[in-house]
């Protein structure tokens, strides 16, 4: 955490949907193992692999007193779980499922989010993200509590197209149509969105 806090980084983020690696189909096919392809990149690592399986809300409270930096959970998708994040004293509420690649058959992120932003009820800004690949996905988002969302494989796929470029040009497209939908929307500000601008078609 020293480290960390040395290296300008504004806040930690512990991730909580990793108890266990999940069954990834896909990786399988591609014969694809993300453990091994790890296993000799320089990033560090802690002694033991397994510490996702034990955490608990004690760590969260070790985290808290161990770091002056603001701490966020990444992986809350019950209200109840935002709730008591917020009462451990978490100053940012990460609503993921890991892009779905975790567990077969959970929650979509924007269906978990808007239970979650009126348990949150603006105690801690609200990350979301989930297959927000497109201006009108960032806007449902905004719109139903998320104070910020997240692009992971959208920055990964421009990363392999054209390095930091590739990078620049998605979020520039993300960007783009963001603004095209707000427009479209008769939306000025991303701050005043609301959530009766987006229905729900069963
Ligand atoms: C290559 C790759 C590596 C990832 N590594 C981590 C990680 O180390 N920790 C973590 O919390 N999430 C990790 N994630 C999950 C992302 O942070 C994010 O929650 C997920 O991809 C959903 O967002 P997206 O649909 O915008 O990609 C990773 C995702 C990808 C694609």
């Known amino acids: 955490m020293a480290r960390v806090e040395a290296s300008g980084y504004h806040a930690v983020v512990l991730t909580v949907d990793v108890q266990v690696y999940g069954r990834r189909e896909r990786d399988i096919v591609h014969r694809f193992n993300p453990r091994e392809a790890m296993a000799h990149a320089p990033n560090p690592r802690g002694p033991d692999g397994s510490y996702p399986e034990r955490l608990t809300w004690d760590d969260v409270a070790w985290l808290k007193k161990t770091t002056r930096l603001p701490i966020g959970i990444k992986g809350i ?21 890991h892009g779905g690649r975790q567990l077969d058959h959970t929650q979509g992120t924007i ?13 801690a800004p609200i990350v979301i993200d989930g ?11 905004l719109a139903l509590g998320a104070t910020v969302v997240a692009a992971g494989r959208a920055a990964l796929w421009g990363l392999a197209a054209d390095g930091a470029a590739g990078v620049a040009c ?10 095209t939908t707000m427009a479209l929307c008769g939306q000025t500000s991303v701050k005043g969105l609301s959530a009766d601008l ?5």
């Open 77 to 97: 998708m019950t209200a109840r779980d935002a709730k008591r994040a917020v009462e451990a004293g978490v100053e940012l509420i990460w609503v993921s499922n």
């Open 111 to 123: 269906d978990a989010l808007p239970s979650i932003a009126d348990a949150v009820a603006g105690a």
């Open 131 to 141: 297959g927000f690949n497109r201006g009108t996905a960032v806007l449902k988002g």
């Open 170 to 179: 998605a979020l520039g497209i993300l960007r783009r149509e963001l603004r």
């Open 198 to 202: 987006i229905s729900r078609v069963d």
